[in-house]
């Protein structure tokens, strides 16, 4: 057989050019060798192409006159709508005030998850007492929670801040508890030998340690919070503060098809948004513990 | 019995076909500044069934070039080809399942080949066997000590059944009866399989004893220092005179290359 | 326990315990069978009657909310449907509220597809009521076993009654899910103006004088025994403010939808509205006997457990300002 | 210094006894040394006591007098209601009928999130394109959901099982791509030099590999099923079933707060139930991991 | 310069109080029937500032016993006691903290000791001189090489300035010549500071080259098979002949052990 030859660029072929092609799949986002704008591109193609065939087949379906437009409104008409929405200020303001109270919420419920996860993963007596009612709680149907809120805070933003901790702040703290419970024991070890002990161990060790799946737990928890929030805005209505949740309901409760899906699409982009700052962040730590490295 | 050595190094020499062959291979981890030039322009190949060892300072580039061997990681330039041969590696590490047996960990190299349960059980329980570790297969790798755990790497990389075998310090934490008698079960199943074996070890008497070549590299960035034929019969014994003195020819040499390179 | 509210955010404002409250809290829904309400704030018709008194005006989205609100004393007055009131009632054993003027009546038809020209056709058909035991449910089962069809609460029988959020009415009934609904304004105007529907009842024939509750205002019972002068002021703008609705139903529906647009971000087209409007009589009556009476029908077809509503209404301070401005008092039987 | 001298059962005195008190707290659930019974009294009794501690303060804030027994319910009244309703044969089935629906849909859900997760976390382009949309997916109220639901399915369960899906799938397909992303790369290349490629890779490597990562958005999957089941309920009532979600609802339409509080109890005491399921899992991998050897 | 031998074998006799002490230690792994003796009635002492060797086959115990000492494990049976000294260990893995630098690692060690960032960063930065990875401080540990981990493990236990110090095949993944150099270091800094070793290794001669006592350990279960005193004066070196004489004796009864347990 004669030897292969390959570009200096050191494509090796034969067989290996076929595992290299498999393990390329494994290299995601680490693609440093190309310009930042072409990987910004190469980051934003897929995800036009993904909204683009959204689009047809939406538009697809609604040409199908399966459904009268008013039940089932258009990609033209939903985008319309959300237009006009968008030139609103009061909408965006519906927007800033729903954001705000989506990330104080957050926040407190990252905080109280922080202490009730380290508290919950490292006392023996604790974990079996409240380790289950974690998940217990995350079950719990915020609507279940309002009587509660409004009995303790009344009608103001604060009980609309208590239902999103409820909602974020088991995740959170069952991220922690995953990570805590994974961390390899030979770190642990080292630590214990090195001399870490109680909230040493835990902040300088542990803590880092369990990062990825406290992040995980983080980008759960942000769902919740969203969810809770957006159950909350309902329950609690604040004068003169319109928010995305009311929003939401009321295109409901019109029964407006394209200003339901125009509000969708915000919580989508929204989302979607978090997502990626979740993700920027995912991205740093896999780069620190040498996770994109998959292939040397 | 391997082939006499004339006739191997004139194999070598008329451009028969190698198993493994570097042609100008570079790598260079990371980019631009920060890059670091691991392996400059080496080249270097493995005859079908020869045994060629790897000496080499600490961080030479001795891993990396196995992983280039392997299709781990592609040369940042120069050609590399394996003729289409299948590759088995033991890692430095020994990069167990942890959620599986010992035995299931070994089973992990047949079960790809499509070897029946039952039989791959069996033949699981022959490689252990080999490295010493019969009563180990139902144990998981956490149970073990680090020594047990890099003979269950080894007997995985042995289940392969691979043409060619790339080994990163593979006895590197094993007392010196255990080496010795795997050092006798490695040579066997080179001999019987007709294996092309690259060997990377820190263990200069090792590389003599085991090898048909000792490829030495340099340092920052690795190049081939210098290459030495183990022109001594076998079976040979690591504590004969004769390892003993190329050993410390290559050790000699080694030395003088750790210190060109500076501390 | 009497020590009620204390503590609890901003109740009552009731800061010295003096003469004059700084602040009352009333609640309603962005609805038109709530216009009174609406009418009120955007005309600063309560304002002007409670003087130095702020009116805090909160809004609900449903009955449960405004109840656990006045309950929790975070709210003092709320207009709201019979049912949740009921229920308030009930569940305090009457200590919880009271009610104190009727709003509205009328407004609530069974809209149905136009192959169905009579109550036969309803056999083995799908019916939307609002929610499971409140008063259109009730109304709609009461008049179906009077017909001789037979309901259940688990959506068996003659005519199959699915409850589900009068939203969702529309978009189901569009589709075809479901072949009727009884439902309040203004979804009956949409059913029929969106989805070609047609209304086979119109359930203020079903009650005596064609008329029975769909909107009142209730208080809470410990407010209203510390701050009479502030109910009496409340009720004060709610009779103006009925009284506006009816001298000019044309400028008050442009009102009402003025203030839906500012809450909820989106009118009511004006035919919707206008049909809506014709529909409901506002009027400060409770109409007493259709709340005893719909109670009556729940308790008969199994929906309720018996209530007793003695005392539930509390219309001596009504009938003080009616008086006052000569029109006729109203009965609480 | 004289020799320390400890019991022949091992405890080394001085400094190590200090030390593994301190890693005694590491070692949780692993204590193999005492019998069944003990092993289950030793998790049940700290339970026990948080909820006798539960009780004592809701049963305090409830003497106070601070809000009428009508508002917030007390213990006694809660659970002779719970009681009432336990022995309603009606009730049972309710629960029957919500635990049902929320297996079939978790159920659906975990196929489809392995599926979704699967080929996401592996081929690049389908991350970069859809990637960010799994959060954004988990942000949306399931109520937002329903209108398409019902246009797709009508009055039906499976409209109740699509927006399940919907709440549930996205939590665990991110759990399995986190699992993916946070897979040792000592073991892909492992397992490449074995020759495990694409699916048999996927099947014998990642997916086991992943399964603490993909347990937690297993237990995350639940809870958003869960939520999204008893929002379910309540817009899509199905003929002849009774549900804990309508249960809900109703309770707080009737102002019910002791009812309110039954119900909410049960949802608990299944949620608790849920997770102890998954701790039993849990426990298992680490078990067979090696991680709760963490003294050796 | 260490105490002269005889000197150091009289204190030991005295009794005076031993730095660490095994008393009839044994280690019961698992339970029951499945439960393996991994050490069997072990008694062991190791004066202050002595550095003892340990040798054993692969998987006798030695790992396990360090793990005890260490504090890590209790023991099933027996006393231990190290007299409330502070313990610094090397792990056979590397055991370093992939999300921080190499620099970090090392300075995790001067954390606990509340030592200022300041100088924390100056002294990792000696400590991995003294490894010979001066220019690596800012590497993460997955852009070194197997044996560069090694050092910076090494790096992070010299930094603990205990006063025992256990080491589990320290050198095992390191090159002849830098495992010299390192000797060299280690013996230095053992002496400055009065440390007590316990040093496990496989290499017999390197065992010998630093050790003040040679402890033996027999495998399946791990008992005391013999200990030899080192009475060769230091400097040493390795390839000396009185090195190479001891570490023959010691090889030989080792293989004694080994074959009486069979393979
Ligand atoms: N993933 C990586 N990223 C960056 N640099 C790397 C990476 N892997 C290895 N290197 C660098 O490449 C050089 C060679 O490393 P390699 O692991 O090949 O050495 P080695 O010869 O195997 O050494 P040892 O005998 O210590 O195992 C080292 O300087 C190391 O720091
Ligand atoms: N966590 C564990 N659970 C069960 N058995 C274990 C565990 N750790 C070690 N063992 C067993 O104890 C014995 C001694 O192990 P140890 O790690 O101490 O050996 P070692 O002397 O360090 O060997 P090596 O030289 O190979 O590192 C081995 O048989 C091993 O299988
Ligand atoms: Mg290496
Ligand atoms: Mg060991």
Redesign the interface.
């Known amino acids: 057989?004669a030897?292969?030859?390959?570009p200096?660029?050191?494509?090796?072929?034969?067989?290996?050019a076929r595992?290299?092609a498999g393990?390329d799949a494994l290299e995601l986002g680490g693609g440093?060798?190309s310009g930042l704008a072409s990987r910004l591109w190469g980051r934003t193609w897929p995800m036009l192409l993904a909204i683009a065939i959204v689009l047809a087949i939406w538009q697809g379906v609604v040409w199908s006159g399966r459904w009268p437009e008013y039940v089932f409104a258009g990609p033209a008409e939903t985008l319309g709508t959300l237009g006009e929405r968008l030139t609103d200020p009061e909408y965006w303001q519906a927007i800033a005030v729903t954001m705000r109270r989506a990330v104080t919420g957050f926040a407190i419920a990252v905080v109280v998850g922080l202490a009730v996860g380290a508290v919950v993963s490292r006392i023996k007596v604790l974990r079996a007492a409240f380790g289950s009612l974690i998940t217990g709680l995350q079950t719990m149907p915020s609507i279940a929670w309002f009587p509660l809120a409004i009995l303790l805070f009344g009608l103001t933003e604060s009980a609309i801040t208590f239902v999103v901790i409820l909602g974020a702040a088991p995740s959170i703290a069952n991220g922690l508890i995953t990570g805590v419970d994974y961390t390899p024991?030979i770190l642990l070890r080292a630590s214990h030998v090195l001399g870490f002990r109680r909230l040493q161990l835990y902040r300088h060790v542990i803590l880092p340690a369990s990062l990825p799946s406290f992040l995980a737990g983080l980008k759960q928890g942000w769902a919740f919070a969203w969810r809770s929030l957006m159950a909350g805005e309902l329950v609690v209505i604040i004068a003169h503060q319109s928010s995305l949740g009311e929003r939401l309901y009321y295109d409901r409760e019109l029964a407006d098809s394209a200003g339901l899906l125009a509000t969708m699409i915000i919580i989508l982009v929204i989302g979607v948004g978090i997502d990626l700052l979740f993700e920027t962040g995912d991205n740093a730590l896999r780069r620190r513990w040498g996770l994109q490295q998959v292939?040397? | 019995m391997t082939a006499p050595l004339t006739e191997r190094a004139a194999r070598r020499a008329e451009g028969d076909?190698p198993a493994v062959?570097l042609?100008g291979v570079s790598k260079i981890?990371g980019?631009g500044k920060n890059g670091l030039l691991a392996l400059d322009n080496i080249s270097l190949s493995v005859a079908p069934g020869e045994f060629v060892s790897l000496?080499?300072?600490?961080?030479c580039?001795?891993?990396?070039l196995l992983?280039?061997v392997?299709?781990?990681?592609?040369?940042?330039?120069?050609?590399?080809?394996?003729?289409?041969?299948?590759?088995?590696?033991m890692?430095?590490?020994p990069?167990l399942?942890?959620?599986?047996t010992v035995s299931a960990n070994v089973e992990?190299?047949l079960?790809?080949?499509g070897v029946a349960k039952r039989e791959r059980r069996q033949r699981a329980a022959e490689f252990l066997d080999i490295v010493?570790l019969g009563g180990f297969g139902a144990k998981?790798?956490?149970?073990?000590?680090?020594?047990?755990r890099q003979?269950v790497s080894l007997a995985?990389a042995l289940a392969?059944e691979a043409d060619v075998l790339l080994m990163?310090?593979p006895f590197?934490?094993?007392?010196?009866?255990?080496?010795d008698?795997l050092h006798d079960e490695l040579e066997r199943i080179w001999q019987k399989r007709g294996l092309s074996v690259l060997f990377v070890t820190?263990?200069?008497r090792e590389a003599v004893r085991l090898g048909d070549r000792v490829v030495l590299l340099s340092s920052r960035p690795g190049k081939v220092a210098e290459e030495f034929d183990v022109d001594i019969e076998r079976p040979r014994v690591t504590d004969s005179p004769e390892v003993a003195e190329l050993a410390s020819a290559v050790?000699a040499r080694?030395?003088q290359e750790?210190?060109r390179h500076g501390? | 326990g009497s020590s009620g509210t204390t503590g609890t955010p901003g109740s009552g404002g009731s800061s010295g315990g003096g003469d004059k409250l700084a602040e009352v809290r009333l609640g309603y829904f962005p609805n038109i069978t709530h216009s009174t309400a609406l009418v009120g704030i955007e005309k600063g018709l309560f304002a002007k009657h409670l003087g130095s008194t702020k009116l805090t005006a909160t809004t609900f989205n449903a009955g449960p909310a405004a109840i656990e609100a006045v309950f929790s004393g975070a709210i003092d007055a709320t207009y709201i449907g019979p049912n949740p009131a009921i229920n308030a009632w009930a569940k305090s054993k009457g200590k919880a509220i009271k009610i104190i003027a009727g709003a509205a009546s009328g407004g609530v038809f069974l809209v149905v597809k136009p192959e169905i020209n009579g109550v036969e056709d309803l056999k083995g058909k799908k019916i939307a009521t609002p929610q499971l035991g409140n008063t259109q449910d009730v109304a709609l089962r009461y008049w179906l076993q009077e017909k001789g069809l037979k309901t259940d609460t688990k959506g068996g029988g003659d005519v199959n009654i699915v409850p589900q959020e009068n939203s969702q009415t529309l978009q189901t009934f569009a589709t075809g899910d479901i072949d009727g609904a009884w439902v309040p304004e203004p979804f009956a105007s949409r059913l029929i103006q969106e989805s070609k529907g047609k209304v086979l009842i119109d359930e203020r024939d079903l009650w005596p004088n064609k008329q029975f509750v769909i909107t009142h205002l209730i208080v809470r019972q410990e407010f209203a025994a510390q701050h009479p002068d502030v109910v009496k002021q409340l009720l004060e703008g709610h009779v103006e403010a009925n009284a506006a609705i009816n001298a000019d139903p044309a400028d008050a529906a442009k009102t009402v939808n003025a203030a839906l647009e500012k809450l909820s971000g989106k009118p009511l087209k004006p035919e919707v509205i206008d049909s809506a409007f014709k529909n409901i009589t506002f009027t400060n009556d409770p109409i007493a006997s259709s709340l005893v009476g719909s109670a009556d029908h729940a308790i008969k077809i199994g929906l309720l457990e018996p209530v007793d509503l003695n005392g539930i209404y509390d219309l001596k301070t009504l009938n003080e300002v009616l008086k006052a401005k000569g029109q006729p008092e109203v009965a609480d039987k």
């Open positions: 057989m030897v292969d030859q390959a200096a660029a050191g494509q090796p072929s034969d067989i290996h595992q290299l393990l440093t060798s024991p292939r040397n | 076909e062959r042609d981890y980019q000496l080499g300072a600490s961080g580039g001795k891993s990396t992983s280039l392997a299709g781990l990681d592609s040369p940042t330039a120069g050609t590399l080809s394996v003729g289409g041969r299948k590759i088995a590696m890692f430095q590490e990069a399942f942890p959620w599986l992990m190299a079960r790809v080949q010493h998981r790798p956490h149970e073990l000590s680090g020594g047990m003979r995985r392969q990163d310090e590197g934490a094993l007392d010196a009866m255990t080496r008698l820190h263990n200069v050790t080694l030395r750790v210190l501390s």
